[in-house]
């Protein structure tokens, strides 16, 4: 089956710092990725589409300056937490489209803000 | 917009046994797609299983089954013979109509199969 990765699968960052997520699809093309924040015993919640050559589209009270998504070229999708704060710390998985109906999702990273 | 709800937050069943998750949604749309979703403490996402709306035919994947209600917007997961490695989180998801469009997924349920 398809593989998504996802680089780093966590990372501690010091507050008010900046700290970039990087998604890519392994063997096939994705037109669009997804990003999901996780808390804990929670389920995902979508926080942005991102199409390759085109501006993300957030969700409702997800910040975009807050949160940069990226998406470059067809198998790589960026997100920079910037400024980050204790509060950002959370579980993020991204999820690549092949254009038909099925999404692959990558390990997902955890991100702990201190 | 769709909601998708998940009335069980915990479960929990004997090895062997065979327990149904449950799922209903909302949507105006008539086409769509409906999942469920394995979480393990991995938190890797698997997916379990995949129903088109436009099937009558309930989606099936060795011991995983659908009951799949259209009208009645329900789509439970029925697990047979569970084994020590279904223990996990499961989701429930609906996806409208066809291709690149985004998951809207329940709140889940916490499967914990009992030795």
């Known amino acids: 089956g398809a593989v998504v990765s996802q680089h780093p699968s966590w990372v501690i960052c010091k507050s008010g710092t900046s700290v970039k997520i990087e998604c890519r699809s392994l063997?096939?093309?994705?037109?669009?990725m997804f990003w999901y924040r996780q808390f804990p015993k929670q389920s995902l919640m979508l926080m942005a589409t991102?199409?390759?050559?085109?501006?993300?589209?957030?969700e409702q009270g997800v910040e975009k300056d807050k949160f940069l998504i990226n998406h470059a070229s067809l198998t790589l999708s960026t997100l920079t937490v910037t400024s980050a704060h204790p509060e950002d710390s959370s579980f993020y998985i991204c999820?690549?489209?092949?254009?038909?109906?099925?999404?692959?999702f990558g390990p997902g990273t955890r991100l702990t803000v201190t | 917009a769709q909601t998708v709800t998940q009335s069980q937050p915990e479960m929990s069943v004997q090895e062997a046994e065979t327990v149904t998750l449950s799922c209903t949604y909302d949507t105006s749309e008539n086409n769509y797609y409906l999942f469920w979703y394995k979480q393990p403490p991995s938190r890797q996402m698997i997916l379990v299983i995949r129903q088109e709306a436009y099937k009558q035919q309930n989606a099936t994947e060795n011991r995983f089954s659908v009951n799949f209600q259209k009208a009645a917007k329900s789509f439970s997961l029925k697990i047979s013979d569970s084994q020590l490695g279904d223990t996990a989180m499961y989701f429930c998801a609906f996806m409208k109509n066809f291709g690149n469009e985004k998951l809207t997924f329940g709140t889940g349920t916490r499967l914990t199969i009992i030795p």
């Open positions: 999820s690549a489209g092949d254009s038909h109906y099925e999404q692959y």
């Open positions: 991102s199409n390759e050559g085109s501006k993300a589209t957030y």
């Open positions: 063997d096939f093309q994705a037109t669009t």
